[in-house]
């Protein structure tokens, strides 16, 4: 392949990303649908349990899904008992009550204001010298809000398609 004029990258480097970026690949239709063509919002449950292992491996999933500055600062809050199924319940709007007392397990997605204290475990080329950007509490409440909403939607889309589970989602604040 000769270098065009436009052509921006070397061929050198533009070999080894089609060799080694294989998620360069279309996934299949039937991927596809389960992502988000067919994928739908349930609004009631089995009586199948929800094990540990399966929230373990939805956790180790999600986890991946990208952030600004690889911030991660959503906190999840796995919701089981009997007990605290009725003190989340009561404190939702009246058509979600029913649906968390019934479900197996609610998540309630946080965010941590305090996030940038692991940006150096997190992000370790930069993180440390991103830690005074979030020094600024708007900043940080901006980007807290932002990124944990996005890490909800990759919850929503690691448990249709990763788990087995298939989940409702709501948002209150
Ligand atoms: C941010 C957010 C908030 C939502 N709030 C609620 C809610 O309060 N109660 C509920 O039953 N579903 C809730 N949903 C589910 C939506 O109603 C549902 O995703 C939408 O109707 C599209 O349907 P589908 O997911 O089946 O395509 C919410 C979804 C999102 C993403």
């Known amino acids: 392949m000769g270098q065009s004029s436009q052509q921006i990258w070397p061929n050198r480097l533009?070999?080894?990303f089609t060799v080694q970026n294989s998620m360069t690949d279309k996934l299949d239709d039937?991927?596809?649908?389960r992502l988000f063509r067919t994928a739908r919002t349930r609004n009631a449950w089995t009586?199948?349990?929800v094990t540990e292992q399966q929230l373990r491996e939805l956790y180790d999933l999600m986890k991946f899904g990208p952030t600004s500055g690889n911030c991660c600062p959503a906190r999840f809050v796995w919701v089981r008992s009997a007990e605290g199924k009725s003190r989340l319940a009561a404190l939702a709007a009246p058509n979600n009550a029913p649906k968390i007392l019934a479900a197996p397990v609610t998540v309630i997605v946080g965010y941590d204001l305090d996030f940038a204290e692991q940006l150096p475990k997190l992000f370790p080329a930069r993180g440390k010298d991103m830690q005074a950007y979030?020094?600024?509490?708007?900043?940080?409440?901006?980007t807290a809000f932002r990124n944990s909403s996005l890490q909800g939607a990759y919850l929503i889309v690691a448990a249709r398609v990763g788990t087995g589970l298939r989940s409702n989602v709501w948002l209150q604040q």
């Open 30 to 33: 039937r991927a596809l649908d």
């Open 134 to 142: 979030y020094s600024d509490p708007l900043v940080a409440q901006t």
């Open 47 to 49: 009586e199948q349990a």
């Open 14 to 16: 533009l070999r080894n």
